[in-house]
């Protein structure tokens, strides 16, 4: 059976009064690569914020793996989960934002096993031993002992990847991850995801990177004033039926 580890099904957001999102449906199957594209201002980040549970939905469902964690009450608004449901949902995903949030005063070592050991009370030297596993994967490994403001902007993106990966989710999040950094440093990351795409993790990706999204997605939708206004395979990306999206292409690349 095939399964969906997130499904978003008519959510709608508004921020006093402003529409937000617009009735927005998505689901994403376990392996599922999904890139989100869409002019500045169409609710991009919004859903993801909504998906991880840092915004709260106004109407519709949000499941993870089949447990609904927020689903229409009685007068139509949505209702949330159990705070003990959303600590397990919590567990599902990681995410990745534009700006690296990683602490300044905490070595890397220290930044990736610090929720690992203090949230999930995994013993000391294996998250450490985790830590230093993921920090080779990613090319890093020199890096253990170094502080946030002593690494590029790559790198500490790098770190933020991995730092998410070290409690073990199983959807990544990933909200325009190299629009901070300089052009030479974008590549270093976007590999990173690549290799997170050939190990097949769970992913949706918020990027302006539009031949990244074409290479790693199995599926690729593209937002406009809240509303999901295509969907498609990215083959058809460069060349698409779509006047809007090749109007929004044309103007980014
Ligand atoms: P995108 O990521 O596609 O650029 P966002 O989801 O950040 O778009 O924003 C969509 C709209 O929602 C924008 O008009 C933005 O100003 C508004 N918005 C986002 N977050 C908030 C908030 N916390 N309060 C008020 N308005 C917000
Ligand atoms: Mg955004």
New binding site residues.
């Given amino acids: 059976m095939i399964m969906k580890l997130l499904e978003l099904n008519h959510i709608s ?1 508004s ?2 009064g ?1 529409s ?2 617009r009735d927005v449906s998505l689901s994403v199957e376990k392996g599922e690569i999904v890139s ?1 594209i ?12 909504c998906a991880t549970l840092l ?1 709260k939905i106004d109407k519709g469902e949000l499941i993870y793996k089949g447990k609904k964690i927020a689903s229409p009450g009685e007068n139509g608004n949505s209702i949330y989960a159990s705070k003990e449901d959303i600590r397990q949902a919590k567990k599902i995903f990681g995410m990745v934002f534009q700006s690296f949030n990683l602490f300044p005063h905490f070595s890397v070592l220290q930044n990736i096993i610090d929720a690992p050991v203090t949230v999930n009370r995994e013993n000391r030297e294996e998250a450490k031993e985790r830590a230093m596993k993921l920090l080779k994967q990613f090319e890093l490994d020199d890096k253990a002992d170094a502080y946030p403001c002593q690494l590029s902007g790559g790198q500490q993106q790098r770190v933020s990847i991995v730092r998410a990966l070290a409690l073990d989710p199983e959807i990544m999040y990933f ?2 991850p190299t629009s901070a950094l300089d052009p030479e440093l974008t590549a270093g990351v976007l590999k990173a995801i690549k290799e997170l795409a050939r190990e097949k993790m769970t992913m949706i990706i ?1 990027t302006h990177e539009m031949n990244f999204a074409k290479e790693v997605s199995d599926r690729i939708i593209f ?1 406009e004033k ?1 509303i999901i206004q295509h969907e498609l395979s990215p083959d058809d990306l460069f060349d698409s039926k779509y006047e809007r999206l090749n109007e929004f292409i044309g103007k980014i690349s």
């Fill in positions: 957001k921020f006093d402003l937000v999102l989100v869409g002019p500045s201002g169409s609710g991009k980040s919004t859903l993801l914020r915004e909200d325009e918020v937002m809240g």
